[in-house]
């Protein structure tokens, strides 16, 4: 075999010669090297001083060596650290905007809570069932102002049921269909209510024109309203129940006396209508000047039955007794003087 074909084939046993005690060479240093590096080797002065060379000249070289190593060791730790970062900051911004949402839940539930607590907090006189509602929708106008509610015939609502959110008096049903019923505003222009100031009694009649606040008309009595005073139903009339807030007395800028109503302290969102019912609404109003009908009469006593009557017998008549005779013979008459013979 040529050179042409095998060039390896004469150098091959030198190579494998050479490999052979590069190996052994290089275990006897290693072997030489452990048991050098023992403690008591290390202190002694020939090896330490060797050791000391060795570490000064291996120390900059391994430095420079791990320089690259730990640059691209740190970025590749940055880069990862960027993208948890950038995985971690979309994981926190769901759960923000997942707890945002529960948040305003749990605001939304306070709130209504806040407002059932009130609505079942109210008391009327006299004490009369309630129907708990939500407005559903308003119409507003220069002078109309009226609400939808949630809640109709089919729950025992009628025309005329005062209706009052969890601050006080919102106006009256004016109509109703089975699901759904009509609130007449206090400030609509067709909106009449007897009310009374709490502090001196006076009645009024709270007049809706359209605005904010309704007018105290008819209003007497000296000193009858002050700023501030609370203004209640007076209940008069029967149409409502006597007590129910209805707001605070105001001076308007036409110089007259105004109410702000305590509705308008909060948005009207839940409701409660009572369903009062009053004399007015009988069908017959002469029935309240109907004289009451007569007692009903008194049943005779029971007493024992009449024993038979027995036949009476008439005792009998006795016979009449004989007259005696006289024993004495009777005078003889004398004769008057001067008579004829």
Do not use: C
Request: aromatic fraction near 4%; proline fraction near 10%.
């Amino acid at each position: 075999m040529s050179f042409r074909d095998n060039p390896f084939g004469e150098v091959r046993l030198p190579l494998l010669l050479g490999a052979a005690a590069a190996a052994v060479v290089a275990l006897v240093v290693a072997f030489a090297l452990l048991m050098a590096d023992r403690r008591q080797t290390y202190q002694e002065g020939a090896y330490h001083a060797l050791r000391k060379a060795s570490d000064g000249v291996v120390a900059p070289v391994t430095g420079a060596v791990a320089a690259p190593v730990r640059w691209l060791g740190g970025v590749a730790s940055g880069v990862g650290d960027y993208f948890f970062a950038v995985s971690e900051n979309r994981r926190l911004k769901a759960e923000l905007a997942a707890a945002r949402g529960l948040r305003d839940k749990a605001a939304t539930l306070e709130d209504e809570n806040a407002r059932y607590r009130a609505l079942l907090g109210m008391a009327v006189d006299p004490p009369v069932p309630m129907v708990t509602a939500r407005a559903v929708s308003e119409s507003r106008g220069p002078y109309a102002n009226t609400r939808l509610i949630n809640a109709g015939a089919d729950r025992g609502v009628k025309v005329g049921h005062p209706v009052l959110s969890e601050n006080g008096l919102v106006g009256r049903v004016i109509g109703t269909s089975p699901r759904v019923s009509r609130v007449l505003m206090l400030t609509d222009a067709a909106s009449r209510t007897p009310v009374m100031i709490q502090r001196t009694r006076a009645r009024a009649i709270l007049t809706g024109d359209g605005g904010w606040a309704p007018e105290l008309a008819y209003l007497r009595g000296r000193d009858a309203a002050r700023d501030g005073d609370l203004v209640l139903t007076s209940g008069d009339g029967g149409v409502l129940p006597r007590g129910l807030t209805v707001g605070r007395v105001v001076k308007g800028q036409d110089g007259a006396w105004r109410v702000r109503l305590a509705s308008d302290a909060a948005p009207i969102d839940f409701v409660r209508v009572l369903l009062f019912e009053d004399f007015v609404k009988l069908e017959d109003l002469r029935a309240l000047n109907r004289p009451a009908p007569p007692p009903p009469p008194t049943p005779a006593p029971r007493t024992a039955p009449p024993a038979l009557a027995t036949p009476k017998t008439e005792p009998a008549a006795k016979p009449p007794t004989p007259r005696a005779a006289p024993t004495t013979a009777p005078k003889p008459v004398s004769k008057p003087a001067g008579a004829a013979p």
